[in-house]
């Protein structure tokens, strides 16, 4: 299995709190994204990283940002937690870009209440 | 707009009935279409990587077929284990990954 965790797993918060996610790898792989999982919206690009500090936009990047100051780890924060959020988080990891292979870590679930 | 579409969104199958899922793409300049499973509570697995029309993969009772609009993923005499939700995505933007939202799958004994 590829070297992907996700931190925390599981996560509740309260409405305006601000939050963060950690995704660290052991692989080396330049390419880091963060994606959410919503019940009829499928997997949903966040931000994504391709390579240290150089980070975008993805689909849905309102209230939140990241951060990869290392080559293994990337960081998703959300500024001031919705209800909205409310999600599951994935990070995938690859190793040339979009179109080569990705891992993906094993999620974490953030309630925000 | 690139685009992403699966169908159905979920399929009923009893055991060793054979059956065909559907991804569709509006994506300029394919540079791959992926197929992923999906287990409850944990992240996509990787399955097959298409990369022209025509090519085809196959994994145990999986088979992946592409062509210049579509991609299906064939499942042959299924068993209960192969129950999952089944992802497709295409590569757009240079860096970018989309997903289509899933055909979730069920097999019964």
């Known amino acids: 299995d590829a070297g992907i965790t996700q931190s925390p797993r599981h996560k509740v918060t309260e409405t305006g709190t601000p939050v963060t996610l950690r995704c660290h790898q052991t692989e080396n792989h330049r390419y880091m994204y963060w994606y959410r999982q919503d019940p009829g919206h499928g997997l949903r690009l966040i931000h994504y990283s391709y390579g240290v500090k150089d980070t975008d936009k993805g689909e849905v990047s309102d209230g939140y940002s990241v951060s990869r100051s290392k080559t293994e780890d990337f960081l998703l924060t959300l500024e001031s937690a919705t209800s909205s959020q409310t999600s599951v988080y994935f990070c995938a990891i690859t190793d040339l870009g979009p179109h080569t292979e990705a891992f993906f870590g094993q999620g974490t679930r953030l309630t925000v209440v | 707009e690139d685009q992403v579409t699966q169908s159905p969104e979920a399929l009923r199958l009893q055991e060793g009935e054979s059956s065909s899922l559907n991804c569709s793409y509006t994506?300029?300049?394919?540079?791959?279409l992926f197929w992923y499973r999906q287990d409850p509570g944990k992240g996509p697995e990787f399955l097959f990587t298409l990369y022209s029309a025509g090519e085809e993969k196959e994994k145990e009772r999986l088979k992946a077929t592409l062509t210049k609009k579509e991609s299906f993923l064939h499942i042959t005499a299924p068993k209960p284990e192969d129950s999952a939700t089944y992802l497709c995505?295409?590569?757009?933007?240079?860096?970018?990954?989309?997903f289509g939202t899933g055909t979730r799958l069920q097999v019964f004994p």
């Open positions: 994506v300029s300049g394919l540079r791959g």
């Open positions: 995505a295409v590569p757009y933007n240079t860096d970018k990954l989309i």
